[in-house]
């Protein structure tokens, strides 16, 4: 059966891979800029635009970090929060773990309750307005030293009750997961579930260092699995997923174009492979822009797009009544 856009857009989504950093529009950018009395290296919104075409991961990063500071008070991290919400609304995704980056605003002064509440408010209005769930992940940024990491796990301890993951993001490259062993050993002790970014830019031996030394239940992107036939294998048996992101590794190319992706092998394979749109302000698109970019690219069928979702559904870290919730909007898609 032919999938159509209306299918696509039918679906229930399931995103485990997005951080809310990286859904800073550039017209959101220059108004909070604008509120703050902040200068951007940049004279207009369209001017800001042609900086978002990255060569690579780093330079993504760098113009990551000089939007994020912008956002200066509660009220600026409630409506980054308030505005991807509304896309997810509009494209049908129903719940988000949500990836959020403290030392990125710590750094530069911002409190971390300033930073968090803002964002907890906003995805709690967006469960009562919008009825879409919501799990929030804090990040290391591994960049930076495993004794930063522990002190951003301390200031995170009053906020423990709303903040379910520890995740690890930023330059892959020469940063590797055992660089954070003692910060996700003292994570998992505090009662966190555990995932890392890992095999997007660097070797499959990553992967395996994430799920042995640091060990996670997920991994974040994954695709560069493909260079170890015996990790490829476990990680079938074992069904760890693997959130992929393909818009932003087309981007930052990992691939060279979308018809070069493995989403669809991996998906062949076996492999829980899962689709997230990464920074979806900066990669061209949120999750429907990266459901139909797929499936111009890779022609998968109906049964594929069920599979992907139940493997979303499936990963997530939130209670087993939503999951049938989920699963129940899926099938009834899916029967139509």
Known sequence: MTVTTSFLKQLPKVELH????????????FALAQRNNITLPYDSVDALKQAYNFSNLQSFLDLYYQGANVLQTEQDFFDLAMAYLKKCQQQHVQHVEIF??????TDRGIPFEVMFNGLH?????????????YELILCFLRHLSEDAALTTLEQAKPFKDRITGIGLDSSE????????????????????RLVAHAGEEGP????????NLLNVERIDHGVNCTQDPELMAHLVETKIPLTVCPNSNVRLK????????????LLERGLKVTLNSDDPA??????????????????????QWWQ??????????????????LYQQLDKVMAE
């Open 18 to 29: 997005m951080h809310i950093e990286g859904s800073l529009e550039p017209e959101l950018m």
């Open 100 to 105: 959020f980056d403290p030392q990125t605003h």
């Open 121 to 133: 408010n906003a995805f709690e209005q967006g469960k009562h307005e919008f009825g879409i769930s």
């Open 173 to 192: 490259v020469g940063h590797p997961p055992e660089k954070f062993k003692n910060a996700f050993a003292a994570a998992k002790a505090q009662g966190y």
């Open 204 to 211: 499959a031996q990553y992967i395996w260092d994430a799920l």
């Open 254 to 265: 990992v691939f060279e174009k979308m018809e070069q992706h493995n989403l669809k092998a």
């Open 282 to 303: 900066y990669f061209g698109g949120y999750m429907l822009e990266n459901y139909l970019n797929v499936q111009n690219a890779l022609d998968l069928t109906k049964e």
């Open 308 to 325: 992907l979702t139940a493997n979303a559904i499936d990963a997530t870290f939130t209670s087993n009544a939503r999951k049938v919730e």
